[in-house]
């Protein structure tokens, strides 16, 4: 069931991640790539919150990209099939990553930072290869900027969630594991 | 001399900041009055949590401005 706390969760995380996205794509733009970034900022706050109140939080940055890619790149199928859908599956990709090792957005515990250090790259690595194989199948990119798309989102989507969502989940998650929208139960 | 559209900018950024570091301490020194009302009012939970990741953001934009000068990819 849709909740005002889920709406407000999905609301939040949209309005927070688009002018971060809008200024990640003008900031460290890739040439040749549409409407990238070499430094996605936005994806530390949507990946936070998606291993916090899952889907939720995911849609919120899946809202926040379309917006600000079709700002850029006009709203077209390309943005909803692109980038947008590439938000929504990565954080949803590190979430599974943790369900699948039994670990907890804490980072309190190896098993935890473990988690936390595979799922992000496997995730970013999954939107890079998701996104740019799309573009190019789409004929809107060539292979070597395929390359090019996929290791930076690869890189850059992996830094940004490191450094802004680390400290993130180190200091808030002891509160928001008070919340019943938590989906994390012991 | 400093144009007026630096000082302008320079002292929202500063204030803006500034409100964030006196939360910051704030927060620490209210940190078990706010765990105690959380158990009566769990929508404080949310603010809080929203707040914290809104100022992150702002944080980051600031850096994120005053970069772009820096780099030379803006100027004002």
Known sequence: MVDARKVAVTAVTAGLCLPLALFAIILVPIPGLPAASGFWIPAGFYFVMTLWFGVWGALGGHIATFLAMGYFQGFTLQVWADGALGDLIAPLVALVAFKLMGARPELKNRKDRIAWLVGVPIASLVCGLWVHTVNLLFGVITWPFWWVGVLTYFIGDSLAVFIVGTPLLRSLTSYVKQSPMYIWRD | ?76
């Open chain 2, 1 to 76: 001399m400093v144009s007026y559209t630096v000082l302008f900018i320079t002292s929202v950024y500063a204030m803006a900041a500034a409100v964030i570091a006196i939360d910051f301490l704030e927060r620490r020194a209210l940190k078990e009055e706010f765990e105690r009302a959380v158990k009566s009012k769990s929508s404080l939970l949310y603010l809080r949590v929203f707040k914290v990741l809104m100022e992150a953001a702002v944080l980051w934009l600031i850096v994120a401005f005053f970069g772009q000068i820096l780099m030379g990819w803006i100027s004002i």
